[in-house]
């Protein structure tokens, strides 16, 4: 159908990052829509699996350190401050048409009593990404809270390293003053988590006030901006060792998420978002080193990576909260019909978001 082709340009793309990224919002369609899946097959997929957002923050840095590295090795003072307005207006450009739409869409969607929410969370700190920057949000626009750490990510990193080259550049190597601030921003967020520790959660409040507040969780984002780093500044060692990464990352994300773990534990409010940070990344090396794929199975992964944004900001509210309040099933045969309908839905709504509204504002940017 030439109304969901996107056409995009292969040779441009890195295939194992699209795998990544692929991974990534499949993990998460299939955690929202669980629920339908509990009808007919109640405990599916059967064994665990990383979070998917884990794995968009790490493939973020690591995309987006990339492209801060070498816009400060190669800007000059003079044109520092054009460089990073323009690192601005290409994000902002990707990200913000798509989250105001969803946003009013959420608004309305609750406000018609379409799907379930409390409509007196939604407040301007939404429009700032404010809603959950140091304490939780509940019941509207879920999905946001990722974005907020995206966001606020895209800002901070950005301002603290140019202001410390504006600063320390003729007396510190470029190299090390990132490597510096990756570091700060990774340690940082661990020991509010640690000074925060103490509080007495259940598995509700864990999740929205360790997992999903932005001063949190900004240090998931700094390991994939730690493996840019050592793509830029030691592509051999990234090279080389690739395969070796891979295996210890898969290893070490099983490890930990396998074992049932309270999440009131000490080990869940601290270090467990480090170790799944840590393990995430280093299977980046070996999905960068994967450059094409020629096959049809190929293309169908570039297509859901290239609409996954899309695919984040639709699947759960406008679609999978949608079927559970009006359209639940009544029996298993219904499941999996729901279920099905649920993924083509997805897929669908998608790309067609992506190729008549979100690529359309991204083009923006080139004029």
Not at 122 to 149: A, R, T, Y
């Amino acid at each position: 159908m030439s109304l969901l082709k996107i056409n995009p340009d292969y040779q441009k793309r890195v295939y194992g990052l699209d795998v990544f990224r692929a991974v990534a919002i499949v993990l998460v369609v299939i955690g929202h829509g669980s629920f339908i899946v509990n009808y007919f097959a109640p405990g599916f997929p059967y064994i665990k699996f990383i979070d998917g957002v884990e794995l968009f923050f790490v493939l973020s840095g690591f995309l987006i350190g990339s492209i801060l590295i070498k816009i400060l090795e190669e800007s000059t003072d003079s044109n520092a401050l054009k460089s990073l307005s323009e690192f601005w207006k290409r994000r902002w450009y990707r990200t913000l048409p798509n989250y105001y739409l969803i946003l009013l869409v959420n608004y309305l969607l609750v406000r018609f009593e379409i799907i379930n929410g409390d409509i007196s969370q939604f407040n301007w700190k939404f429009l700032l990404f404010l809603h959950n920057f140091s304490g939780p949000f509940v019941d509207f626009f879920w999905e946001s809270w990722s974005l907020s750490i995206e966001e606020w990510f895209y800002i901070s990193f950005p301002i603290t390293l140019f202001l410390s080259l504006a600063l320390f550049k003729k007396l510190i190597p470029v190299k090390k003053i990132i490597l510096f601030w990756i570091i700060f921003f990774i340690v940082s967020p661990l020991i509010y988590r640690i000074s925060i520790s103490g509080m007495e959660v259940d598995h509700f409040w864990y999740d929205v006030n360790f997992r999903k507040v932005v001063i949190t969780r900004l240090d998931s984002i700094m390991y994939g901006v730690l493996m840019a780093w050592i793509k830029y500044y030691h592509g051999e060692w990234f090279f080389r060792y690739r395969h070796s990464m891979f295996i210890a990352g898969l290893i070490i994300i099983y490890v930990v998420i396998l074992p049932e773990k309270e999440s009131a534990s000490i080990f869940m409010k601290t270090i467990y978002f480090s170790i799944i940070g840590i393990g995430a990344s280093l299977v980046l090396p070996f999905a960068d080193s994967i450059k094409q794929s020629k096959t049809l199975f190929g293309k169908g992964v570039v297509h859901i990576s290239i609409i996954s944004y899309s695919m984040y900001l639709l699947n759960l509210a406008p679609i999978a909260q949608v079927i559970e309040k009006n359209f639940l099933p009544s029996n298993s045969i219904e499941a999996v019909f729901t279920y099905l309908i649920y993924w083509v839905l997805v897929i669908i709504l998608s790309t067609l978001l992506y190729k008549y509204f979100e690529r359309p504002m991204m083009n923006l940017r080139e004029k």
